[in-house]
């Protein structure tokens, strides 16, 4: 197990301060802790913090969230300004240095997707991680285009109705270079996928990162490795990255678990009825299909 | 060596930008502006300008790319008009706040609605309270000659604000004038490469440090009052400094903050901005070659207002009615004429007249016009209505 993740440790540094105002059991503590780790810290620059990060960058000078240099961009506007960086940096003769943002999902596939669609269509060296916690949670928890179906939010108190979007489909349809979901849950596999999505060449990049989010998501604090392994393993969260034309599974589930197990450690699922879990297992179904669709598409390599 | 050669106003923006050396420009289209785009593009593929050239889906995310180019330590450029400023206005916020400098041009345009091309100044007037500095030229030469001087009082360091150029839609940007083209060399030696200094954010590692954190802080009060000073204070003196600095060097000089001609023996003076200031120009000799004495005051630099520039001129002055010619449709100049001579000890009667909507062309016999009312003001010692609409068109029968 240590051997697995030895990685992870490659680089000793931290960047993620303890001035961090994240709450006990955030995810996306995690994932900004492993996504500062993977950039090495030098030469680096953050062209935009959003979701959750500008809320727990804690309080200036004392300190910032990462000892990362980081500009804040306007909600919705990371594209444009990561492109403008990257662009001064080139013409100053600065092609080494690596412009990234962490992003929240509200601001990656919402106010920000066109945004971002542009960037990528221009081609700019970008990476971008979202935190995906499947909600507006730095404004309070209100419902966002990710947010799952059923799960309850601050403005879907019956349940979201509609199938959340999925970020990397909609830029596979417009051929990004790199693009993956990962999960906090999998440490190995989220690190491996920030590394390629970093060392992309001239090339920009994106993944979308399931972080558990305590305060709307409502589960006891030391659960959070559970409930976000559990969202992959019932199916409700696959796995899958897209990379120069070919698309594949990253991490296989032989055998789903039942979805009753990844819900009843949420509070934001407490309303569901037995129809609504029919409707969410349909769903999970159909992305299976999508996603074994993509599979045949593209062309297939074993990972 | 000095050319001469004739041009239209977004070509003037465009060669205005090129001789300042610009290292990215944030680009989107929109009409009356779109050619200094082009322009640049131009300039690139030729060969003659080293560059970054984005395109973008939208004019916020053009000014974000000019913001997170300036942000990174280079000379940054952007042209746009009407609907694009109101657009861009949450970006235009952020850029003065954090003080990073760059210039955009602005060919002036009707906001929606009605829906209209031609110029007003109700785009750039809404932007009057982000804290950008405002030039307003009055010929293409003055455009060229602006875009030179506004990087430099941009990039100041006591300044470090961002600035608009504008310019009226069609009225300058598609008009061909004759300009004096000045000498690389000599802007080189006027306007340096760009090199982010010590009040940049560029940090020692050559990469931009934080602008991330300050939040929930009431202490940021003072961030606050040292842009207002920077704006109010450092960038009126700097204006007026590069302005007679540029004089010197070109031998061409457009009175900083506030132009005047022929205002101290004037009974009425015209308060103009934009490109009606060469009528009224034109419209104060017609008036004094039969012997009615006008004046006109040019509002060069809106934003920071020259209220006390202003208020010299005045004091300086016999004229005791100004007539406001006032192409914001909600009469933003005159408040603001107002609101400078307020506190003046023997103020002059103020009269706005709100002309020039959505393009409307103010001529010379409006002007005469509006001055002959000033001169019935300054017999009647009152005015009626201090904010009119000039000469609308009435319906017949």
């Known amino acids: ?303 | 060596m000095e050319e001469i050669s004739y041009m239209r106003g977004n070509q003037a923006a465009g060669l205005g930008a090129k001789l300042a050396r610009i290292e990215v420009m944030g680009a989107y289209p929109i009409p009356p502006s779109s050619e200094v785009m082009e322009q640049i593009r131009t300039y690139i593929d030729k060969g003659e300008l080293k560059c970054g050239y984005v395109e973008t889906e939208g004019e916020k995310s053009s000014h974000l790319v000019t913001y997170g180019a300036a942000i990174s330590g280079v000379r940054a450029f952007n042209a746009t008009s009407g609907q694009g400023i109101a657009y861009m206005m949450e970006g235009l916020h952020l850029q003065s706040g954090t003080r990073v400098p760059a210039v955009i041009a602005v060919a002036n345009r009707t906001l929606f609605a009605p829906h209209g091309m031609h110029p007003d100044h109700q785009d750039t007037v809404s932007a009057r309270d982000t804290g950008w500095i405002q030039f307003h030229c009055e010929s293409v030469q003055e455009i060229l000659d602006t875009i030179i001087q506004a990087f430099k009082v941009a990039e100041h360091e006591e300044v470090m604000l961002p600035a608009f150029v504008c310019y009226d839609g069609y009225y300058l940007s598609h008009s061909l004038e004759k300009v004096t083209i000045p000498d690389q060399k000599e802007v080189d030696d006027f306007l340096p490469m760009y090199h982010p200094g010590e009040n940049s954010y560029v940090g020692p590692n050559g990469l931009p440090m934080s602008t991330a954190g300050p939040m929930y802080d009431p202490w940021m009060t003072e961030f606050r009052y040292i842009a207002y000073m920077a704006l109010n204070q450092n960038a009126k003196r700097v204006i007026n400094e590069v302005d007679d600095e540029f004089g010197k060097k070109f031998g061409r000089k457009y009175g900083g903050l506030i132009d005047s001609y022929l205002t101290e023996d004037a009974e009425v003076l015209l308060v103009t901005t934009g490109s009606n200031t060469a009528t009224a120009r034109f419209t104060t000799d017609i008036m004094r070659r039969n012997g009615k004495k006008i004046g006109v005051i040019k509002i060069r630099v809106f934003r920071p207002y020259p209220r006390e520039a202003l208020c010299e001129l005045l004091e300086k002055s016999k004229a005791r009615v100004i007539i406001v010619l006032d192409r914001s449709p909600f009469g933003a100049y005159t408040d603001e004429a107002m609101a400078a001579l307020y506190n003046l000890k023997d103020k002059p009667l103020v009269k706005g007249f709100i002309c020039g909507q959505c393009g409307r062309d103010i001529t010379p016999y409006n002007m005469i016009d509006m001055a002959t009312q000033g001169f019935d003001i300054a017999r009647k010692g009152y005015v009626d209505q201090p904010v009119e609409f000039y000469f609308l068109r009435k319906k017949e029968g």
């Open chain 1, 1 to 303: 197990m240590i051997e697995k993740y030895k990685e992870l440790f490659e680089c000793k540094e931290e960047f993620l301060l303890p001035s961090g105002r994240a709450c006990p059991g955030c995810g996306g503590g995690i994932m900004t802790r492993l996504w500062t780790k993977a950039t090495g810290g030098k030469n680096v620059v953050f062209g935009g913090i959003g979701s959750c990060g500008t809320s727990t960058t804690g309080m200036f000078p004392i300190g910032n969230m990462t000892r990362i240099p980081a500009i804040a961009a306007l909600l919705g506007s990371n594209g444009p300004t990561l492109s403008g960086m990257r662009e001064a940096l080139n013409i100053r003769g600065m092609q080494d240095a690596t412009v990234m943002a962490l992003d929240g999902d509200g601001g990656a596939a919402d106010i920000g997707f066109g945004a971002y669609s542009a960037m990528v269509e221009r081609g700019h060296k970008v990476a971008v991680c979202v935190n995906d916690n499947e909600g507006y949670s730095a404004t309070g928890g209100q419902r966002s285009g990710l947010t799952s179906l059923k799960a309850w939010t601050r403005t879907t108190h019956k349940g979201k109705d509609r199938p959340p979007k999925h970020l990397p489909f909609l830029l596979m349809a417009q051929d990004i270079p790199y693009t993956a979901t990962a999960n906090i849950g999998y440490p190995d596999d989220m690190y491996r996928k920030m590394k390629k999505a970093l060392d992309q060449k001239n090339q920009p990049s994106l993944i979308q990162v399931l972080c558990p989010c305590i305060p709307n998501w409502k589960y006891e604090p030391r659960k959070v490795v559970e409930v976000s392994r559990l969202a992959t393993e019932t199916g409700m969260y696959p796995l899958y990255e897209y990379e120069k034309g070919s698309f594949r599974r990253t991490v296989f589930i032989k055998k789903k678990k039942p979805l009753q197990e990844y819900l009843k450690l949420q509070g934001r699922f407490d309303h569901v009825t037995e129809e609504d879990i029919k409707e969410m297992q349909a769903y999970i179904d159909a992305l299976d299909r999508k996603i074994d669709g993509y599979i045949r598409m593209y062309s297939v390599e074993i990972f």
